[in-house]
């Protein structure tokens, strides 16, 4: 017997069971198949961003955090906190708890939405009468048959070649979530995003922390100089990061791991750690998918290839988040899923690719919407700059953390707002008033005439607006 609905997810990550939860506020009979398992073998839907990624690593540098102003920063208040000791295995099991109730809380929109939920792993199958098929394997075997699929099955971390995860010693973002006891040395290889979040937790806990890094350029695709600022803020820190390294042979055994490289200097070095974490980048998730069933086309890097609309190349077929092109981030799935399952109820659903954030979690924060100055330059744009530096708002010297800056780059001529980039305390909340800037078309001018409340940080952003104009009224 198959179950037959009019939508049917396979993932529930941010872009599967928002898409779920979407088609069926749209009226849809909707199913979500999920294969992630909890410890207890129970189903943990929310994907890599909730099991894996973005809520245990913010928890995780929420807890490192704490330490850290306690270790370092208290007493500039007048705090005296004796013999301050972090227990890793309770900053564990408050992240797992924090997981959980993320899990549980998906479980409950399922309800609520009325979606049915397979917990299995589901593969496309051929066709029958004229309904796309998806079988479910697991505990809940079942054949669902659908008018509309979307798949949502997300990325995985990419290993080295030669050398895979075996989440002892050398660990993908899954085991640097879960490192039982402060490493003494721990390597990463890779400062992109993960590498910088992961490394600045367990530096705060007391790890001596090398982070090899094969470019060049410190954060590349950031605005070299927010870039520049957050590198000297690491380097104060204590953030050990190599750039130009080329990585050579990995040896891991019980004692630790050794990496040997060649540094940017072409001098050959080796890097003992008891530690590694491998954060080069994420593959798409397809295999197990049975893509070639239905003739699913994929690409090169086995993503599936969809158009703007996330339309793939059978007709029915829709694909959203880290498993197709674009930026990997749990906001852009989710507006892909929206955008889909509107789409489907024949609505004009949008994903404006030009204002999605980033924001990279460590301290300082590192966020930026729009383009850098070194992309205006390389696409030919005439460009007003306008920076503010922390220093001179007096609400970040009142919670005493003045690094960094905000900066506005603007059309010279219309001055509509081409890019805000910021580096420095709660960049990820101060870059929503940026982005909604962006979306509504505004100038520097419209951000800068607006009254922001004082004192708060984002006076530094109406005032590095002002910037753009050279007529800042603090600094
Ligand atoms: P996923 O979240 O990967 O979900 C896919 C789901 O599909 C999984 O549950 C998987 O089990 C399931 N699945 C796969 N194949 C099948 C199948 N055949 N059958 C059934 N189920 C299947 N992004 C941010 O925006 N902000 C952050 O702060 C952030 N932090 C991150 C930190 C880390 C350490 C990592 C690794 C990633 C982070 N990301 C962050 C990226 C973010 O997690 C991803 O972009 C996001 O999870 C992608 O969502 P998705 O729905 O496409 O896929
Ligand atoms: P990444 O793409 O951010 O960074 C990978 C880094 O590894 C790059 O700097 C790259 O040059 C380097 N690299 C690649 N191969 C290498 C090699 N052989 N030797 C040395 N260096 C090498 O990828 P990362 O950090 O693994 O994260 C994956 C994705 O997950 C991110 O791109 C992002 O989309 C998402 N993510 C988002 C977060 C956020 O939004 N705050 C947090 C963490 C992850």
Redesign the pocket.
């Known amino acids: 017997m198959s179950k037959e609905f009019d939508v049917v997810v ?7 069971y928002i898409a779920a939860i979407r088609a069926a506020q749209l009226g849809f009979k909707v199913a979500c ?4 398992t909890n410890a207890k073998g129970g189903p943990a ?5 909730t ?4 809520i245990p ?2 928890a995780l540098l929420q807890s490192s955090e704490h330490f850290d102003q306690a270790l370092h920063h208290f007493a500039d208040h007048g705090i005296s906190a004796k013999s301050v000791t972090m227990d890793v295995g309770q900053m564990l099991a408050r992240k797992d708890a924090v997981v959980q109730q993320n899990n549980d809380g998906i479980l409950y929109l399922f309800k609520k939405n009325k979606i049915s939920f397979f917990h ?4 496309l199958d051929v066709s029958q009468g004229g309904l796309h098929t998806v079988q479910v394997s697991g505990a809940q075997a079942e054949t669902l048959l659908a008018k509309q699929v979307i798949i ?4 995985s ?1 990419r290993a080295l070649p030669g050398t895979p995860f075996d989440e002892v010693q050398v660990l993908s ?1 899954d085991g ?2 879960r490192i039982g006891a402060v490493p003494k040395k721990l390597a990463l290889i890779g400062s992109g ?2 590498g910088l ?2 490394g600045s937790v367990w530096r705060r806990l007391g790890a001596d922390v090398t982070i090899l890094e094969g470019l060049p350029t410190f954060l590349g695709a950031v605005d070299q100089q927010i870039a520049k600022e957050a590198k000297k803020a690491f380097d104060k820190q204590g953030l050990k990061i190599e750039l130009g390294v080329k990585v050579g042979e990995i040896k891991s055994g019980k004692k630790g791991v050794s990496i040997a490289y060649t540094n940017a200097k072409g001098e050959a070095q080796t890097l003992d750690a008891d530690k590694l974490i491998v954060s080069i980048g ?1 593959v798409p ?1 397809t295999t ?2 049975n893509a070639q069933a239905v003739g699913l086309a994929l690409d090169e890097r086995g993503a599936i290839v969809v158009d703007a609309e996330c339309k793939t190349n059978v007709p029915g077929i829709w694909a ?4 197709v092109r674009g930026p ?6 989710e507006e892909e899923g929206v955008a889909v399952a509107e789409r489907i109820a024949g609505q004009h659903g949008h994903v404006n690719f030009n204002t999605i954030p980033w ?1 990279i ?1 460590t301290s300082p924060e590192i966020a930026w919407v729009g383009r850098t100055e070194q992309q205006l330059q390389a696409d030919g744009v005439a460009y007003k700059a306008g920076t503010f530096p922390f220093l001179a708002n007096g609400r970040a010297r009142a919670l005493g953390d003045t690094t960094g800056m905000v900066k506005f780059l603007a059309d010279a001529a219309s001055d509509e707002i081409l890019g805000v980039h910021i580096v420095g305390p709660l960049a990820s909340e101060l870059i929503s008033e940026a982005v909604v800037a962006m979306e509504f078309k505004a100038s520097a001018e419209d951000i800068a005439r607006i009254c922001h409340a004082h004192p708060s940080l984002s006076e530094a952003t109406k005032e590095a607006a002002l910037a753009v104009d050279k007529r800042t009224l603090n600094f």
């Open positions: 396979i993932g529930a990550g941010p872009g599967g198949i999920d294969e992630w839907p929310g994907g890599t961003c099991n894996v990624g973005c690593s913010k299995g792993r589901g593969a949502a099955t997300g990325s971390a973002n640097a979530l995003v993960i979040e992961m994420r998730n197990g998918l959203v988040g880290d498993v990997m981030l749990a906001h852009k799935a924001v979690y």
